[in-house]
């Protein structure tokens, strides 16, 4: 039996724990004080609005295995070979060892306060899209005031995509989002106008195009082609936009209670840090793998797997799938 670490308590740190713990000994590593914080601060999931924590209580219950120990509020900061074997060490700077290791550490979103233009941070009006899935949670949406707001607009691909940010890649699941929540927002407003300007919609997923239609169809949720160029605040706590429909080649100029900023899903500063400790950095800071068609949970380093969005964007379907996937290379490169 062999001692497996794990660093990253979200679904792909759990569901790569739970199988393996069926064979060998697990040290969870995570280093927030609760797992799973990225789901639970979700309020429903794509595309079939599956309740998020729902979906984190069931995989909670997979780490009641005695052959599981978990580790919260423990930051793995230096990753490194020790012989045939791994050695983590803690920001307290204490040492763990382990015979192969998982690194689960997933993503953070993009700091949406680097786009000066779009004024988050500077402008009550403008929010982000994890701001807004907040709101959602609670089931209220309101503007700066605390009424509802009579118009939400959405912003897509706010640091990614991007050539000024230096995130060329696309986050992936991000259109998605917007469509969800945007439909979220119309059952709580139902006289809301709602915009989502966009440079194309890439709904890549299973349901996701039939809840892109359904959005426009049933909701009336309004799509438009184009970039928002500038955001700023009006005189009556509004903010106004400066864009450009670009289906239509004509300049706008409107209003809106409320723009939410379509974050972004960009590496961790845990995966940043250990990936490039363990010599296995690639591009934008995600983890690098072997191959992604082949041996996708394999990295260049004997004995350290990578599993989930450390690598690249995902949603948490593909996620979990991942680290399904990286159960079964892990099992099968020890056996």
Not at 77 to 100: C, I, K, M, V
Not at 103 to 114: I, P, Q, R, S
Not at 130 to 145: H, R, S
């Amino acid at each position: 039996m062999s001692k497996i670490a794990i660093i990253g308590a979200g679904p792909a740190g759990i569901e790569v724990a739970s199988i393996l713990a069926k064979h060998h000994e697990i040290d969870l590593f995570e280093q927030e004080a609760a797992p799973l914080c990225n789901i639970r601060n979700k309020a429903l999931l794509f595309p079939d609005f599956t309740s998020a924590d729902e979906l984190a209580d069931q995989l909670m219950l997979k780490l009641e295995h005695p052959h599981i120990a978990t580790h919260y509020g423990v930051k793995i900061q230096d990753l490194r070979r020790d012989g045939s074997g791994w050695q983590l060490t803690d920001s307290a700077g204490n040492a763990y060892p382990a015979d192969y290791v998982v690194l689960a550490t997933g993503y953070e979103v993009f700091d949406a306060h680097k786009k000066e233009e779009l004024g988050y941070g500077i402008y009550p009006g403008i929010i982000t899209s994890l701001d807004l899935e907040k709101m959602i949670k609670t089931g209220k949406v309101t503007n700066t005031i605390g009424d509802p707001p009579k118009t939400v607009s959405f912003l897509q691909c706010v640091g990614s995509r991007d050539e000024k940010s230096g995130n060329h890649y696309c986050s992936k699941v991000c259109c998605v989002t917007a469509v969800k929540q945007a439909i979220e927002v119309r059952k709580l407003l139902p006289n809301t106008a709602i915009y989502v300007f966009y440079m194309d919609l890439r709904m890549w997923g299973q349901g996701f195009e039939e809840m892109y239609r359904t959005a426009q169809e049933q909701y009336g949720i309004n799509f438009v082609r184009g970039r928002i160029s500038e955001a700023a605040s009006t005189y009556d706590q509004r903010v106004q936009l400066k864009a450009e429909d670009t289906l239509m080649g004509l300049p706008l100029n409107m209003s809106t209670d409320l723009l939410v900023l379509m974050v972004g899903m960009c590496a961790s500063v845990g995966t940043k840090a250990l990936a490039q400790a363990a010599g296995i950095a690639g591009d934008y800071g995600f983890a690098q793998s072997v191959s992604e068609h082949l041996r996708d949970n394999l990295t260049e380093q004997e004995g350290l797997f990578v599993a989930g969005a450390c690598k690249r964007p995902m949603s948490v379907n593909d996620t979990i799938q991942d680290a399904r996937a990286a159960a079964i290379t892990i099992l099968e490169k020890i056996s």
